[in-house]
């Protein structure tokens, strides 16, 4: 009887059935029924609701004047079940992690943990922490897929050195065999230059023999090389800008030179997902800090407005100067910056504009010139280009380009100039011919060939992920493809099915995403040949189905055009 | 998934109760403490529910019908 109640649709449904128990029941009991009623109801509404609501893709895309190409960007929404799962196997885990901890301090287990000292106990701990929490109990138990040995070139393909753990990840033995051909997903060598042979191995050899590999000096005491200087021309010509300066190391090149850049009384509007090098660079700087949702240039605009509006608080003076700091390729999302959009914007309210191209430099635009290569600008309007060698080029470092003052300015007041150690001249090297190769000034068509063959690949591989059902973020064209993994056992299983199956991936959890959207981030070169990545789909298809990772419940539909034109914000109130 | 016996299936099941509950990473003896733990509550749900559910669906239906029906008695 209930459950002929629980189809009824109105009240008159309940009137007919009514009929069912005696007419002269009190009107209490009807109360009651009525109550049932609308009670099973709510959850008939509670369910569709869920249906219709949670699965739905968020796309985002512009065909407006700004944009040359479709800019098809998407963020499939977590299945709410899923992320009912996904917390519950959290507690789970943390219970559990409770209990170990409980052990360990009575001593019923042995700890094998940094721990203060004996005789320090009453001292402030200097290693406890929830993140320590998580690393201790969550992440010790699958750490095993990461900080694997390589014994080759991390290429396309490269040898891994075979290790088993006989205290569940504590300490790890090696077995002294190699796991030969693993197919590299996970290095960031996006047009192939990690390589050891070809003329990048071969003119870095000769040039070691020349000038060794150590310089022992900063640049400006005896450690400028005419390589230095031929290197720092060559990135300026590449990028199209007046000027550039290389550094030894990439995170250090965001995390000393904005503090160069922006000081007391600046204003620094950083993207939410900025890279940690730039938010430690922002806040060393010592400037505010305003914070902008993920690519939303609504959300830009209204904070620009902002603080031309009331300019600093408390005194109200104007900002001395507001940089917005944005990336090429957002490395964990896998996203493109609306750089069009942004340069409106920076233009428009006469703000600076620092672009880090970590990602996108070689792996984007027709001839690998980057993100601003990739929407076709010109590079004069970004103020602050940075860029790192370690990825699209095979080597180490990272380059500052822009305007002659600019560089000028940040060879004398950058710590990492000041400071740092030059660069190793095989490095320098590595970056001169590899950068001459994609330039063409090699006299080869090599370096074009792989720029072309790596938005293939992208494209191929993006589109058969989607295809196979898995959650993919990011943007079509971007090389960096993150696949949700959600569930805290899947990292760890995703990745020991894949190596268990010759096939090398980067799992990422908690600290390095939000907790419940932990990911596999596959980084496709130009290197895979096409039948490594058909084998590569067909493997992470298999463990798709083995995990039930095949997440997606739709087909991907465009939303309607929205056209750009200048008004377009406008409408925005607070 | 094609599985080539019931067995092997099962032994799926099995693993994506591992996976989805987030014990795959912990030591055996912590996985055996989460089943029994898991199990004996479900046991003492089941049992409870045989024992009290009968008893207040008679309550329940006494009350909406004002009679006895005879059937659903289980004692």
């Known amino acids: 009887f209930l459950i002929r109640l629980k189809k009824g649709k109105s009240q008159k449904i309940i009137q007919s059935k009514t009929a069912f128990f005696p007419l002269n029941c009190p009107i209490s009991l009807k109360v009651v029924f009525l109550c049932v009623f609308v009670y099973n109801n709510m959850f008939v509404c509670l369910f569709f609701y869920i249906c219709f609501s949670v699965f739905q893709v968020h796309l985002a895309s512009c065909y407006g004047g700004l944009y040359g190409r479709p800019f098809i960007e998407s963020f499939e929404e977590t299945p709410m079940l899923v992320a009912v799962l996904t917390y519950m196997g959290y507690g789970i885990l943390t219970i559990f992690g409770y209990l170990r901890d409980f052990l360990r301090h009575w001593q019923i287990e042995k700890c094998s943990i940094a721990r203060e000292k004996e005789n320090q106990k009453d001292f402030v701990p200097l290693y406890q922490d929830f993140e320590n929490f998580y690393t201790r109990n ?161 959300s830009l605009e209204k904070l620009l407005r902002e603080a031309i509006v009331h300019g600093q608080p408390r005194t109200h003076r104007p900002w001395k100067k507001i940089l917005i700091v944005v990336e090429g ?131 191929y591989f993006r589109k058969r992920l989607r295809e196979m059902g898995f959650i993919t973020y990011g943007n079509n064209d971007s090389p960096v493809v993150p696949m949700m993994l959600y569930m805290p056992a899947k990292i760890g299983a995703f990745g020991r099915e894949m190596l268990k199956r010759n096939i090398g991936v980067v799992v990422v959890g908690f600290p390095a995403t939000p907790i419940i959207e932990s990911r596999a981030r596959f980084c496709i070169s130009a290197a895979h040949t096409k039948d490594m990545l058909d084998r590569a789909l067909s493997v992470i298809s298999e463990v798709g189905d083995l995990l039930q990772l095949k997440y997606s419940r739709h087909r991907i539909q465009p939303s309607p055009a929205r056209p750009f034109d200048d008004n377009v914000y406008e409408d925005i109130d607070d | 998934m094609n599985f080539k016996n019931f067995r092997e299936y099962l032994a799926w099941l099995y693993y994506q109760y591992l996976l989805i509950t987030g014990i795959y990473v912990l030591e055996p003896w912590e996985k055996s403490i989460f089943n029994s733990i898991l199990f004996s509550a479900i046991a003492m749900v089941i049992y409870t529910s045989y024992v009290f559910v009968p008893i207040h669906v008679r309550l329940a239906l006494e009350f909406v019908f004002g009679f006895f029906p005879p059937t659903v008695c289980p004692v």
Not at chain 1, 164 to 185: A, G, H, K, P
Not at chain 1, 355 to 373: M, N, Q, T, W, Y
Not at chain 1, 382 to 389: A, E, H, L, Q, R
Request: neutral net charge; aromatic residues 8%; glycine residues 10%.
């Open chain 1, 138 to 298: 969550l992440y010790m138990r699958i750490r095993d897929n990461w900080n694997r040995p390589i014994c080759s070139v991390p290429g396309a393909k490269m040898d891994l050195m075979e290790r088993t753990s006989r205290d569940y990840n504590w300490t790890f033995e090696y077995t002294d065999r190699v796991v030969q051909d693993v197919i590299n997903l996970g290095s960031y060598n996006y047009l192939g230059f990690a390589e050891n042979t070809g003329p990048c191995a071969d003119s870095a050899c000769e040039v070691t023999m020349k000038y060794g590999v150590g310089v022992t000096s900063t640049r400006q005491e005896i450690g400028n090389l005419d390589r230095h200087e031929e290197m720092e021309k060559l990135v300026a010509k590449f990028l199209g800008v007046e000027s550039a300066m290389a550094f030894g190391m990439g995170f250090a090149t965001n995390s000393m030179n904005i503090p160069a850049l922006a000081g007391k009384g600046c204003l620094i509007l950083s993207d939410e997902l900025n890279h940690a090098s730039l938010v430690l660079g922002a806040r060393l700087s010592g400037s505010t800090i305003r914070v902008f949702k993920h690519n939303n240039m609504q």
């Open chain 1, 329 to 459: 390729i957002y490395s964990m999302e896998g996203s493109i910056v609306r750089l069009p959009e942004v340069i409106a914007l920076k233009k428009r309210y006469r703000a600076y504009l620092y672009l880090d191209e970590a990602h996108s430099i070689g792996a984007l635009g027709p001839k690998g010139r980057g993100v601003v290569d990739y929407f076709g600008l010109d590079p004069c309007d970004v103020d602050v280009m940075m860029g790192t060698f370690t990825k699209s080029f095979g080597a180490a470092g990272g380059y500052i380009a822009g305007k002659r003052e600019l560089i000028e300015y940040l060879r004398s007041h950058s710590h990492s100039a000041v400071y740092a150690t030059s660069m190793s001249p095989p490095v320098v090297e590595q970056i001169i011919t590899s950068m001459k190769c994609i330039m063409g000034e090699d006299g080869t068509t090599i370096g074009c060939k792989r720029v072309r063959q790596l938005a293939d690949n992208t494209v």
